[in-house]
T-cell receptor, first 114, second 110 residues
């Protein structure tokens, strides 16, 4: 079944702790994205990657880090430097061919602070 | 002025009504336009995709793009309670950097 898998669905972070959100896609897409969604607000771009081993900061990258060691995977780490991490995090991907320029999303991870 | 504006609603309509959802934007370079449906605490689902201007129809959904007015619309015919969700518009200049509206919350009442 092709798609984007995000895990876990719910995640809790203690103060001072780093946590990592997983995102895996089997759509053979080149580009992957991380967005943050707060209630009543649009999606804000955290990081994106167009190719393996390369990524760029989005509008709100402070307090976050990513890696892109494999085409299929784009994990997001929320560091202790992110002081307001409670939000719904969405991973997306877009690719080449007939689906180019179309952005698809996973099911999201809700991160809360304990 | 925000790059993409969208009335947040909530918008309540009776079942069977025609729903009109709209976004305006300021960047005339946008070429790719999308509408997403998002149920509560779920990932957005791509509903409609349009390149440049014109109309596109898919079942009960019609997307319109008017680049001269910098205005896009999504129409839902014969609305159903299952259409109750938040609808996000998104657009892109180059097919890589996407800008989203804040979303319109729709309730279709049985």
């Amino acid at each position: 079944d092709g798609g984007i898998t995000q895990s876990p669905k719910y995640l809790f972070r203690k103060e001072g702790q780093n946590v990592t959100l997983s995102c895996e896609q089997n759509l053979n897409h080149d580009a992957m994205y991380w967005y943050r969604q707060d209630p009543g607000q649009g999606l804000r771009l955290i990081y994106y990657s167009q190719i393996v081993n390369d990524f760029q900061k989005g509008d709100i990258a402070e307090g976050y880090s990513v890696s892109r060691e494999k085409k299929e995977s784009f994990p997001l780490t929320v560091t202790s430097a992110q002081k307001n991490p409670t939000a719904f995090y969405l991973c997306g991907s877009s690719g080449a061919g007939s689906t180019n320029e179309k952005l698809f999303f996973g099911s999201g991870t809700q991160l809360s602070v304990l | 002025q925000k790059e993409v504006e969208q009335d947040p609603g909530p918008l309540s309509v009776p079942e069977g009504a025609i729903v009109s959802l709209n976004c305006t934007y300021s960047n005339s370079a946008f070429q790719y336009f999308m509408w997403y449906r998002q149920y509560s605490r779920k990932g957005p689902e791509l509903l409609m995709y349009t390149y440049s201007s014109g109309n596109k129809e898919d079942g009960r959904f019609t997307a319109q793009v008017d680049k001269s007015s910098k205005y896009i619309s999504l129409f839902i015919r014969d609305s159903q309670p299952s259409d109750s969700a938040t609808y996000l518009c998104a657009m892109s200049q180059n097919g890589q950097n996407f800008v989203f509206g804040p979303g319109t919350r729709l309730s279709v009442l049985p």
